[in-house]
């Protein structure tokens, strides 16, 4: 299968922990965005990089957040002493820049108790 | 500030029947729209909907752009209880980030 993956599929932790989930995206694609989602929300835009740069980080990610991909391959979120609000889906996505088109993975699914 | 809405909410229909969903917009320098489905999992991409008035079709769904009405809709022919999801719109501007905006939704449920 050579779509987005995601790891882990579903995490369940402790408020106050720290977790990290990875994104493997489609090998052409140089552009990786993460997503948080809410129950009957959209898609919330967190950060995305073109190639290893972040380009975008936004303005509701608490300092708490951070992502990394450091060889413009796979990227890492990290949550930073975790609060029951973080609890959500966490998706990433892969495109072409200049394309708009981006492909899901299956997202990470957060329970912070 | 940039915005999608999406109309209905949520619907249910019976197996068969024809289904309409509506998306507008309100985003400076639009460049694009988007359709995903989403069903218990991440969203799948539909349409992406650029010029006024060409439809996309792909089997059974097909969606159309109008750049005057600032809206785009996706029909659903012959529903199947498959179809039962929720269909996002999303909408890029052409600032360089490629940032989508996202629309809430609407859930969609096709009974038998």
């Known amino acids: 299968d050579t779509g987005v993956s995601q790891d882990p599929r579903h995490k369940i932790t402790k408020r106050g922990q720290n977790v990290t989930f990875r994104c493997d995206p489609i090998?052409?694609?140089?552009?990786l965005y993460w997503y948080r989602q809410t129950l009957g929300q959209g898609p919330e835009f967190l950060t995305y990089?073109?190639?290893?740069?972040?380009?975008?980080k936004s303005r509701l990610l608490s300092d708490r957040f951070s992502a990394e991909r450091p060889k413009g391959s796979f990227s890492t979120l990290e949550i930073q002493r975790t609060e029951q609000g973080d609890s959500a889906m966490y998706l990433c996505?892969?495109?072409?820049?200049?394309?708009?088109?981006?492909?899901f993975g299956p997202g990470t699914r957060l329970l912070v108790l | 500030e940039d915005k999608v809405v999406q109309s209905p909410l949520s619907l249910v229909v019976h197996e068969g029947d024809t289904v309409t969903l509506n998306c507008s917009y309100e985003?400076?320098?639009?460049?694009?729209l988007l359709w995903y489905k989403q069903e218990k999992k991440a969203p799948t991409f539909l349409f992406m909907l650029?010029?006024s008035g060409i439809e996309k079709k792909s089997g059974r769904l097909s969606s159309i752009l109008d750049k005057k009405e600032l809206s785009s809709i996706l029909n659903i022919t012959a529903t199947q209880t498959g179809d039962s999801a929720i269909y996002l719109c999303?909408?890029?501007?052409?600032?360089?980030?490629?940032?989508?905006?996202w629309g809430l939704g609407t859930s969609l449920g096709v009974n038998p």
């Open positions: 985003v400076t320098n639009f460049r694009s």
């Open positions: 990089f073109q190639n290893e740069a972040q380009l975008e």
């Open positions: 999303a909408v890029n501007n052409a600032g360089n980030n490629r940032k989508l905006i």
């Open positions: 090998s052409e694609h140089n552009r």
């Open positions: 650029t010029s």
């Open positions: 996505a892969s495109g072409f820049a200049g394309q708009e088109t981006q492909y």
